[in-house]
């Protein structure tokens, strides 16, 4: 049989990534593309493209990897100077092409093509009340909720005010690319939960999740857009427009994409997340640095943290920790392949990783990396450095436990699979065969990014989050928008 390759991607995993181009005159679709393989570590599930050339809607969506989803006649037929791109692994809504985006509706004031990055809490609450008034849904996703209700807005107001009137009804995580017709738009909820940024072409502009989309289009980053703002880009690639729509008292960054989601060549509000992962790396040292012979990273997202924390250990009076690339990633096993036996399965690690044995044969070695999750992956890496003949091995994590999930948009885990959720760090450390395993501290991270406790999401370590969850704690005074029967109450706008 064959199943998602579990043993090797235990960890959490980003959702989607989006982009929004428009030029002055030539075709959006090839720079969108390129844009799309920048932001391909955010989902590997699917890609799309819609563009609209002053007269029409197109679109081309299919699963799979953006090079495997497109040929050149596919991007060649996609005409219009404005465009949006997506790539996804969901969390909410099917794993098919019915939820594969961006979504395109056509309705009586034109035509609409949406990318969503985020998780709505309260798109079945939406759906229903949408439903009810004659709405047909074809897919099970929220980013057809926003579409559709956005499209009803926009019959009755003019474009910003329907977009503001759809923010005050949905609540959750979204960063969304739109093309309304030839219009493209940004939009950032009013948390920021999700990342979202403006960058300026040499002949338009771009919105895009990550700085590194910009980067690759040869273009400049001119700023994130703001929390709870609308940014609409010129039919003529002149400028944007901006609308400050909502605002906040405190903002709900996701700490995680510092941590790991985000490419460390991206820039994430202000903040290089290469250098806030070096940061954490030597806060993860002055917590808990372990006075061993090697500190290795779990490729490719340990790096950065066992650069930053083989630096700190070196600033002392002793010799400090050697930096060794210790662990061998191959980069040609896939995340879905054979695995009959259980045997079979506890083999994915040595398919995917392979230890160099003169790193860490006869020596204390640290192994660092961004997470753990369920606990099966880190034991199958402490198993293997043993093998390759290390006399210890600890383990320290580049960020706190992991204790409750994420309902923003990323794929993280129930509290019966989370490790963390009902055992300390001693007992983890037993469970994977570790003589030591320590995770960094939420202050570490909050000095680490820049922000305060108040200002970031965390809800994954802490089990409190930022918006209005059934059957969970918030962290700030928080209601989610009235919708159906209950709209005559008031809404947390």
Request: aromatic share 6%.
């Amino acid at each position: 049989m064959t199943g998602r390759d579990e043993t090797v991607e235990n960890g959490p995993r980003e959702k989607c990534g989006v982009v929004g181009i428009s030029l002055a005159e030539r075709s959006a679709a090839l720079p969108t593309y390129y844009a799309l393989y920048a932001l391909q570590h955010r989902g590997q599930e699917s890609a799309g493209i819609v563009t609209h050339d002053g007269f029409q809607q197109h679109s081309h969506v299919e699963m799979g990897l953006v090079g495997d989803a497109f040929d050149e006649d596919d991007v060649e037929a996609l005409k219009g100077s404005a465009s949006i791109g997506h790539v996804r692994y969901p969390t909410a809504g099917s794993v098919d092409k019915s939820c594969a985006q961006p979504f395109t509706v056509s309705f009586k004031g034109g035509a609409l093509g949406l990318s969503h990055n985020g998780n709505l809490v309260n798109a079945a609450s939406v759906r229903d009340e949408l439903a009810s008034s004659g709405h047909a849904f074809t897919s099970d996703g929220d980013t057809e909720v926003i579409a559709h209700d956005l499209a009803r807005n926009l019959l009755e107001e003019d474009l910003v005010r329907a977009v503001k009137r759809t923010m005050n009804r949905i609540h959750g995580s979204y960063a969304l690319t739109i093309t309304h017709d030839d219009t493209v738009l940004g939009v950032r909820d009013p948390e920021g939960n999700r990342p979202l940024c403006i960058g300026e072409l040499d002949d338009g502009y771009v919105i895009a999740s990550e700085s590194a989309a910009i980067d690759t289009l040869g273009g400049e980053l001119v700023r994130d857009v703001r929390p709870g703002e609308l940014v609409v880009l010129r039919e003529d690639g002149s400028g944007f427009d901006s609308y400050q729509l909502v605002e906040r008292e405190h903002t709900a960054n996701c700490f995680f994409e510092y941590v790991y989601f985000a490419r460390p060549d991206s820039r994430i509000d202000g903040e290089l997340v290469y250098e806030v992962r070096r940061e954490l790396g030597r806060k993860l040292w002055e917590e808990s640095g372990v006075e061993g012979d090697v500190v290795m990273p779990v490729p490719d997202s340990g790096r950065a943290f066992a650069s930053g924390y083989a630096e700190a250990s070196q600033e002392g009076d002793g010799d400090g920790v050697e930096f060794a690339e210790g662990l061998m990633k191959n980069r040609y096993v896939g995340r879905t392949f054979i695995m009959p036996t259980q045997e079979a399965r506890e083999r994915a690690v040595r398919l995917k990783l392979n230890p160099i044995r003169s790193t860490v044969e006869g020596r204390s070695v640290t192994i660092i990396d961004d997470s753990i999750v369920r606990g099966t992956t880190s034991n199958q890496l402490v198993k293997l450095v043993r093998e390759a003949g290390a006399e210890e091995v600890h383990v320290r994590i580049g960020a706190p436990a992991i204790v409750a999930p994420c309902y923003m948009g990323i794929d993280m885990a129930t509290r019966g699979e989370l490790i963390a959720a009902e055992k300390g760090e001693a007992e983890i450390a037993d469970e994977i065969g570790a003589d030591s395993l320590s995770y960094l501290s939420i202050d570490a991270v909050t000095e680490a990014i820049g922000r305060s406790h108040a200002d970031l999401c965390l809800g994954c370590v802490t089990g409190e989050y930022p918006y209005d969850i059934e059957g969970e704690t918030s962290d700030r005074d928080v209601r989610r928008p009235a919708v159906g029967m209950d709209a005559d109450a008031p809404a947390d706008d």
